[in-house]
Structures are given as C-alpha cells and as structure tokens.
C-alpha cells in the first residue's frame, strides 16, 4: 500500500495557472516583429563573405570558375570557421552584446580562436613531412600528454582548444574526400586567407559597432529593448533594478509583482507594483512580457516551479538570483543577465526540434552501445547466475514521460524475495526532508551498506553496470540517454506535484545530479537539478553531460 504524502502544496489548492489561463495568454503572445539576431546573423555572414572576396581581390587571386563547387566550398568553409566560435563567444546574446566591453572582449576571443583553426588547417597542408604516416602518432601522443598536463590551468578553455583541432580536421578530411591528390588552391596562396582575416577582423569591428551600439541600442532602441517583470519586493529587487537603470541594458521594467507583503524600494526610478502574484496570468495577458525575474528567495518551491513552468511554456524565460535556487549555484555554472550572475530557465516552447532530433539521436546510439556492450552483458549475465539463485535482470515498474508506465531493465543486485519495504521507508523519510537535511556525505539518495546486495550485485553498483540493460529502454524509446532518472510507482505516489514536474520529458540513463551531485544532494535539490534541465536542456548540455558520466562512474563516486 502506497504511502499516502501528507503534505499538500498550497499552491496546488488557488492552482492559479490552470489549462485556462495558459490558453489565454499563449494565445495573446505574437512573436516580434524585430528579430536582432536574425539581422545580425546576415549582417555576419554577408561581411565574411565580403572579406575573403576581397581580400582575394587585393592578393590578385580569382576563384577558379571553371570548378565552381569545389572554389565556392572552399570559400565558405573559410566563412564557417571565421564565425564558428561566434555563438560561443555569446555574440548573438541580448544580454551581452549591448556593453561595448563585452562586445568588443568576445568578438575579439571569438576571430581569436577562429583565426587559430585557420592556421591550424595551414599548418597541415604546408607541413606535411610532419603530418606524414610515420610521425603523426607521436605528434598526436605528445599533444595529448600537454594537454593533460595543462587541463587543470587551461580548463575553462580545453573545450575551445578541442573545438580548434575538431573543426580543423573536419575541414582538411572534407578537403581531401573531394580531392585527395591536389591541395586546395585558396591554401596554397595563403596570403588570400590572412588578408581576407584581417579585412573580415575589421569590417566586423567596425560594422558590427555601428549595428549593435548605434543602430539597435540609440535608433531601433524601443524595438531591442525586451519588457521585464520583477516578481519580489526584497533588497535584490533594488539591486536588479538599478543595475538595469544604471548600465542602459537593454530592457524596460514594466514593474513589480508582490509575492508577498508590498514594501517600498529606493530605485532610481521609481516603477510601478502591477499587483500580486495571483494576478500574474492577467498580468501577462495585458502586457506583452519577454522576460521575468523572481528575486524572492522564500518563496515556496512548489509557487516557484508553477510560475517557472507557466511562464516558459508561454514563451519567457524566467531568471533567478543564486540565493533562490542556490543548488546551481553550488553545482552548475550560471548564466549571466546583462552581466549579472543568475539561474535562468528558458522557455521551453521551441524546444519540438530539439526533442525530435534527440529521440533519433538516442535510437541510433542505444543500438550501437547495445552492439559493443552486448559481451559485457553476457559475461554480467553468467556471473549472477553463478552468484545467487534468481533471474539475471530486475524489471520494476517506473513512471516514464508524462506520468507513463513501463517495466525498466536492470541487473539483479538483491537477492531474490528480499523486502522492497525497506527501501520504501527510505523513500519517504527522504521525500518528507527527513532524510539529508545537513547535505554531509553519509545522507543520500541511496541506502547504503544494503545487507540485500549480492556479492556480484554490490560489484555492479559500484561501476553502475547494474544500469546497462537500460540501453534496451532507450532503443525502446521509453527513456534516453540523458534526463532525470525513473523513480519507482511508490515513489510517485509521494511526490509533491511540483516534483512530478521532472516527468516532462523522457527518463534517462544520467543526468545532471547523477555528474553534479550524484548521491551526495538532498532530495529537494536532486529536484531541481532535474527541473535546471527540463528547462534548459541543449545538445550541449547532453554531451557534456555524457562526457562527465564517465568520469564520474571511473571515480565510483556516489555509487552504493
């Protein structure tokens, strides 16, 4: 018998984003008619395009028109890469490009790094005899060792050096397929590329001045600038606000919501109290908000993630003081609203091609992993059964997306018949706070020094191999590879339902506690780091999440 939660949300009771009230406000919310980052993608492109075409023209160099295929890729390869580290860089961000020293720092560590991969792809061609088949496994063996030996100094920047070498063998392998006897000819004149760069430095420098900070931020400055509503009345409200007044950022507060009792503030100029949080959805639907900031940091978790929820499934971003949702804080980086250090949770509107794309992903992979870990799995198989008497795999039921049920494989690491009510008492002193409230090591997620792990089993878990049979799953298309893992039907059963908001999308083999936190998080904040991704998940985020897995699982950190 399920545990019955004593705790009722009340939130959950005024339940004041109801189907209804998304309705309404979805339905009212268009898209801007002035989109900058449409305009300064074009405005990039076109200016790249440009260069390298003159700087072709003042090195007396002509394209080759009689293989125009080959000549127009080799131009634009050069135009991908000079503007490959552009998003990076945040050069397309609202948030940052509007200060002429951010601008200017990214742009310049952007053509930086850009610059480096062409070199890089002309280092190859012109010196071969170092590339020959004979030396490059010891130029590769002694690039790796300096870079393991400099990752722990140049940490911040390893993924751009990766970034570097990957986009440089990308370009020379696709050069080579093309034509793998002759070098491209825009390599062998060099100088066409080194002063198409410099023209290309220049003009962007320039161009993207007069756009950004004349053109979008002076003239077009109504049409940039993006309405902010600041829920709160606390001394980060002043703070945000001023700071926002004081740099000229590019947003316009349309005033305050009171979370709870209305106090006065000392901003520079003063803005209006549009109300209570429970007149938000009729907030929103009189104004047309881009963006929103809760600077309230007691308000209630299950109030937090409903407006979060509401407001990015209606298109606004939600941003987030550290001290609100100091979990990513402690664990993840922070993003940075026009310069200042908080948690944002994006809108999740869009995100139909993402999940598209992911779902093919993860079928592909799954299958391929199946393939190399299937000996690792027949000799897992041998050993449980020479262990202890049962069957090889465990299948509980578990809640999947959107609340969905399906049977989830696992090695067998108990033994057979043991007590599931164990397990389930752990479960709700945990889900109730009683469990973990100090955050030290010895309170987790897991029971540890289980007396019902097997031998093998406790092997398993250590390596987290009991996880394999997983990968079944994800061809499946139950679960992927990355998300917030499973959780049992009793488990279900006692979460609040603001907690339950982590089944929106598909279960995964890991996720962002599993890197961060692992086992070492209290329940609540093993909530939240799930929720950071629901709301923020990227390609990105799943490689690196993946990348870190590994190393994690090495160091059998958190593992019971």
Request: hydrophobic share 45%; net charge positive; with cysteine.
């Amino acid at each position: 018998m399920a545990h019955k939660n004593p705790h009722v949300d009340k939130f959950d009771q005024v339940n004041l984003f109801s189907a209804e009230t998304y309705a309404a406000v979805a339905g009212t919310r268009k898209r801007r008619p002035f989109n900058y980052k449409a305009i300064l993608i074009v405005f990039d492109l076109l200016t790249a395009l440009t260069a390298f075409l003159l700087g072709g023209w003042l090195s007396g160099y002509k394209f080759d028109i009689t293989t125009p295929v080959f000549s127009v890729f080799q131009l634009l390869a050069f135009v991908f890469i000079s503007l490959s580290f552009f998003p990076s860089a945040k050069l397309y961000s609202h948030h940052l490009i509007f200060g002429r020293r951010n601008h200017a720092k990214g742009l310049a560590r952007a053509m930086a790094y850009g610059g480096s991969t062409i070199l890089l792809i002309v280092l190859i061609y012109t010196w071969p005899q170092a590339f020959s088949d004979q030396a490059i496994i010891p130029i590769f063996f002694v690039l790796a060792i300096v870079i393991l030996l400099l990752s722990r100094f140049i940490y911040g920047q390893l993924l751009n050096i990766l970034q570097i070498m990957g986009i440089s063998f990308l370009v020379t392998g696709t050069f080579g397929l093309i034509d793998p006897v002759n070098v491209p000819d825009i390599i062998l004149n060099w100088h066409v590329i080194a002063v198409g760069f410099l023209v290309l430095t220049l003009f962007l420098a320039i161009g993207r001045y007069f756009l950004v900070h004349i053109f979008f931020c002076v003239i077009m400055r109504k049409q940039f600038r993006r309405q902010v509503l600041i829920v709160g009345h606390n001394p980060d409200t002043e703070r945000i606000a001023n700071y926002i007044i004081k740099a000229k950022a590019p947003y316009w507060i349309s005033g305050t919501v009171e979370s709870e009792k209305e106090q006065k503030m000392k901003i520079v100029i003063p803005k209006a109290s549009l109300g209570r949080l429970d007149n938000l959805p009729d907030i929103l639907h009189q104004n047309h908000l881009d963006e929103i900031i809760v600077t309230d940091p007691n308000i209630e978790k299950a109030l937090l993630i409903s407006l979060v929820d509401f407001c990015t499934s209606v298109g606004i971003d939600v941003w987030l003081p550290p001290k609100v949702m100091p979990i990513i804080d402690i664990k993840l980086y922070l993003d940075r609203f026009c310069g200042l250090s908080m948690v944002c949770l994006r809108s999740t509107r869009n995100a139909w091609l993402y999940n598209k794309v992911k779902h093919i992903f993860d079928a592909i992979i799954g299958l391929l992993l199946f393939i190399v870990f299937l000996p690792i799995v027949a000799i897992t198989a041998i050993a449980i059964k020479a262990d202890t008497k049962g069957p090889v795999f465990y299948l509980p039921q578990v809640v999947g997306k959107s609340g969905n049920r399906f049977n989830m494989f696992k090695f067998r690491t108990m033994i057979i018949d043991s007590d599931p009510g164990v397990h389930q008492e752990y479960v709700t002193k945990l889900i109730q706070g009683e469990i973990g409230e100090s955050g030290t090591d010895d309170q987790t997620l897991k029971i540890t020094d289980d007396p019902r792990i097997t031998r093998v089993g406790r092997f398993l878990r250590k390596l987290s191999l009991d996880e394999l049979p997983q990968i079944i799953n994800v061809v499946k298309g139950e679960m992927s590879l990355v998300g917030p893992r499973p959780c049992l039907m009793y488990e279900y059963d006692l979460y609040h339902d603001w907690h339950k908001k982590r089944t929106k999308v598909r279960p995964g083999i890991t996720g962002l506690w599993q890197v961060s936190g692992r086992s070492n998080v209290t329940f609540d904040d093993m909530i939240l780091l799930d929720l950071y991704y629901v709301y923020n998940r990227s390609f990105m985020m799943d490689f690196n999440t993946l990348y870190e897995t590994v190393f994690v699982v090495l160091q059998r950190k958190g593992a019971y």
